[in-house]
């Protein structure tokens, strides 16, 4: 069994930053890719940022020079640092594990509940 969660979320202005950590653990891989995703009412669960077990990194064009995604200190932790943020950022984000770390959500195996990030100008 696997549990991810994620933690940091919150309500900002325009501008300013945000630090969104994810831990999975139980019968976890050191193997495994971790990405970021968020969602909006109406919209469907978008991929944000992704790390590979080898360290490189991949941002959607909408976060790239903002977002930063890396690897905490304890295995399959993530952080992604939100700098910058604009109202568009607003939605639930999501962390997902699994072995195929690409922009699909169907290719994660596990996922965190989410937490709800809202930007106000």
């Known amino acids: 069994q696997v549990q991810v969660e994620e933690s940091g979320g919150g309500s900002v202005q325009t501008g300013d930053s945000l630090r969104l950590s994810c831990t999975a653990s139980g019968r976890t891989s050191s193997k495994w890719a971790m990405g970021w995703f968020r969602q909006t009412p109406g919209k469907e669960r978008e991929s944000v940022a992704r790390?590979?077990?080898?360290?490189?990194?991949f941002y959607s064009n909408f976060v790239k020079g903002r977002f930063f995604i890396s690897r905490g200190d304890a295995q399959n932790t993530a952080i992604l640092q939100m700098d910058n943020l604009k109202p568009e950022d607003t939605g639930v984000y999501f962390c997902a594990a699994g072995r195929k770390g690409t922009t699909s959500p169907a290719d994660y195996d596990y996922w965190g509940r989410g937490t709800q990030v809202t930007v106000s100008s």
């Open positions: 790390i590979w077990s080898g360290g490189s990194t």
